[in-house]
């Protein structure tokens, strides 16, 4: 069965910078986009961006360029969410999600990651 | 800064039908399909309805979506306790080349 499974919570200082791991199992890693959604607490989902495993090609939310930036690993079949210069408003859930081929929707979720920016 | 408006709360008793709105632009609703997601207390999303009225295997036919120009609804017929989650609606946005969601509503069983 298809899983994702996200790394675990972590807590950073301000100004520093955090990895969230994904790693797939249960399909074919290298063909379908994975993305990355994040959720602050009480509020909604926000798209942060999208990458394709097989070339490594990505698409950031505007408001995230610069500061993040997603790799991959095709040998262990994971995703890797790397996110810069933490402020106390990236404190959030952070999900990988897989993308239904040709439906822009996402069909399997991680089961999310906290991370906590606070001094 | 959701570019898709939905509102914050609705609600109704079981059995009732619900339905929640979710306003857009051109940008996005009025040209890509658009996707519902169900989120329960302390849980991941869950995708409910997907091009703009498909329910994935496992979701009740007490679902349902549609799109009109740049709106999209989703209907809650039959409501019941376990429907009780944050419902979110999302698409591709062409100008922002990114994906949106909708400001969430919280649903209610009274």
């Known amino acids: 069965q298809v899983q994702l499974v996200q790394s675990g919570p972590e807590v950073k200082q301000p100004g520093a910078s955090v990895r969230v791991s994904c790693k797939a199992s249960?399909?074919?890693?290298?063909?379908?986009?994975l993305h990355w959604v994040r959720q602050a607490p009480g509020q909604g989902l926000e798209w942060m961006g999208v990458?394709?495993?097989?070339?490594?090609?990505?698409i950031y939310a505007q408001r995230f360029q610069g500061r993040v930036s997603l790799t991959r690993d095709t040998s262990t079949s994971t995703v890797y969410m790397d996110l810069s210069g933490l402020r106390s408003d990236d404190t959030a859930v952070y999900y990988c999600?897989?993308?239904?081929?040709?439906?822009?929707?996402?069909?399997?979720w991680g089961q999310g990651t906290l991370v906590t920016v606070s001094s | 800064q959701s570019v898709l408006t939905q509102p914050p709360s609705a609600s109704g008793t079981p059995g009732q039908r619900v339905t929640i709105s979710c306003s857009g632009s051109?940008?996005?609703?009025?040209?890509?399909?658009v996707n519902w997601y169900q989120q329960l207390p302390g849980t991941a999303p869950k995708l409910l309805i997907y091009?703009?009225?498909q329910r994935p295997s496992g979701v009740p036919d007490r679902f349902s979506g549609s799109k009109s120009g740049t709106s999209a609804s989703l209907a809650i017929s039959g409501l019941q306790s376990e429907d009780e989650a944050d419902y979110y609606c999302?698409?591709?946005?062409?100008?922002?080349?990114?994906?949106?969601f909708g400001t969430g509503t919280k649903v209610t069983v009274l």
């Open positions: 999600a897989r993308e239904k081929p040709s439906s822009y929707c996402f069909d399997y």
């Open positions: 990458m394709h495993p097989n070339v490594g090609t990505t």
């Open positions: 051109t940008s996005n609703i009025g040209n890509n399909i």
């Open positions: 091009n703009s009225g």
């Open positions: 249960g399909y074919t890693f290298t063909s379908f986009f």
């Open positions: 999302a698409a591709w946005d062409d100008s922002l080349s990114g994906y949106v």
